[in-house]
């Protein structure tokens, strides 16, 4: 096996890690908050903040927010391989970059959407003029994602949608829903749904802010009362929305900030080599020695899934299976690089981020927090782990 890049896949490296050096401020990668893997610290989520809006307008100029995709809707035409090798990239600096609509909706769209849709949604998505928020969970639909209630009734060229998602991160930042309805009350679960997208300014959206376990708005409640939209903002097929929708999950699940983890890890040993208890530098420690060396293997096994995926996807494979072991490795690294940085740090890893002898800017106190999350959000680990034994053990449906 050789895991080397190409010559062109080097370069295209070099060249990502250039732009970003170029186009962030110097500070940027050490003022963030964003801890990686986690949902509720992504800066964007709370207010729209100028200087990654003006970033990924140059991403977009270039063609890079949408990097894998056709040019003949606005993308870069690259192979998955860069498309992942430009990801990393991106989360090793903390770079803002492609939110729901260009790694999420966009592919699906590219999948199964019209030449219509096609047309009218990836060129906005492309030029980052427009922006996403996923619209699945309701109080009564997480895990069950296939018992939403909220319903879509035909009447004339419209759709008229009532009630209510939750969890909806970004919502309040975001221009469109991409959004799970019913559509057909009486077909089994599965087969009533149609994936939607929802213009945020429609008459009879309220969108009412829910504080995170850091202290930031990061999502929402979100109420449809009596919301029309035309029924050419369907996706694919009508009442074949949940079979998108597991696509798009997969699109979510494979986002997973590698070059994150391998960013704060190093920060970590650095910190702990410059710091001394009783008389002794930490990385002399063998207790710490050992947790450190422990966590550089989870890194590399992540890194190995990550670059996995990207080898699939050019080969026309289907990582479905994959994304699901990606997801739980990643986010089970993202919470053991948080406990772990706690345990090195001792005291100081609890230090808020405005504290004066805060390390690392108080990400790890934040990230403490925020790791959880990632355990959750598009689909938990127990979730993950269902599918990898159905799908990818051929077990038999769990329960008694
Ligand atoms: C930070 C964050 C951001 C989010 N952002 C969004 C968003 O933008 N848009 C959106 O639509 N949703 C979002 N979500 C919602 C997320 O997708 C759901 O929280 C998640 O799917 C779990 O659903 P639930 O919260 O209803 O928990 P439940 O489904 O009620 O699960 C509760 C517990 O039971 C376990 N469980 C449930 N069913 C099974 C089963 N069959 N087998 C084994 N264990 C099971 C779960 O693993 C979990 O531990 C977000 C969540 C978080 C935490």
């Given at each position: 096996m050789d895991f080397q890049f190409s010559g062109q896949e080097e370069a295209f490296r070099q060249e990502v890690d250039d732009f970003i050096n170029k186009e962030l401020p110097a500070s940027w990668a050490e003022e963030s908050h964003y801890w990686p893997g986690g949902y509720g610290t992504i800066p964007d989520f709370e207010e729209l903040d100028p200087a990654a809006e003006r970033f990924r307008r140059r991403l977009a100029e270039k063609g890079w927010l949408t990097l894998s995709w056709p040019r003949e809707y606005g993308?870069?035409?690259?192979s998955s391989m860069e498309q992942a090798i430009f990801n990393e990239r991106l989360s090793y600096h903390r770079a803002p970059g492609p939110g729901v609509a260009t790694l999420i909706s966009g592919p699906t769209i590219l999948l199964f959407g019209s030449d219509e849709a096609k047309r009218e949604w990836l060129p906005k998505i492309a030029r980052a003029d427009i922006r996403f928020w996923l619209a699945y969970s309701e109080p009564n639909a997480g895990s069950d994602l296939a018992s939403i209630q909220t319903s879509a009734v035909e009447d004339g060229d419209d759709l008229v949608i009532n009630g209510q998602k939750t969890w909806s991160s970004g919502a309040h930042v975001s221009d469109f829903a991409w959004m799970l309805v019913r559509t057909?009350?009486?077909?089994?679960a599965h087969k009533g749904i149609s994936l939607v997208i929802v213009d945020?300014?429609?008459?009879?959206i309220t969108i009412s802010p829910l504080i995170n376990i850091c202290g930031f708005h990061s999502f929402n409640e979100v109420f449809f009362d009596n919301v029309r939209i035309p029924?050419?903002?369907?996706?694919?097929?009508?009442?074949?929305g949940w079979y998108y929708a597991m696509a798009a999950l997969d699109f979510e699940r494979l986002v997973v900030p590698v070059g994150g983890f391998k960013r704060t890890f190093e920060e970590l040993v650095q910190w702990a080599a410059e710091t001394k208890r009783n008389g002794e530098t930490l990385t002399d420690e063998p207790l710490i020695r050992d947790k450190l060396a422990d966590l550089a293997i989870d890194i590399d096994v992540a890194y190995m899934f990550f670059w996995q995926t990207a080898w699939m996807l050019d080969r026309g494979l289907v990582p479905n299976i994959e994304a699901s072991v990606l997801k739980l490795v990643a986010t089970q690294l993202s919470r053991k690089l948080a406990n772990t940085a706690v345990d090195v740090m001792g005291?100081?890893?609890?230090?808020?981020?405005?504290?004066?002898?805060?390390?690392?800017?108080?990400r790890i106190c934040t990230g403490y927090l925020d790791c959880i999350s990632g355990l959750v959000g598009a689909g938990t680990s127990e979730i993950q782990r269902s599918i990898i034994a159905i799908?990818?053990?051929?077990l038999p449906w769990g329960g008694s």
């Open positions: 993308g870069a035409g690259r057909d009350p009486n077909a089994p945020n300014k429609s008459e009879g029924q050419r903002n369907i996706i694919g097929e009508r009442n074949r005291p100081y890893g609890e230090l808020e981020r405005d504290a004066k002898w805060a390390p690392l800017k108080g799908r990818g053990l051929g």
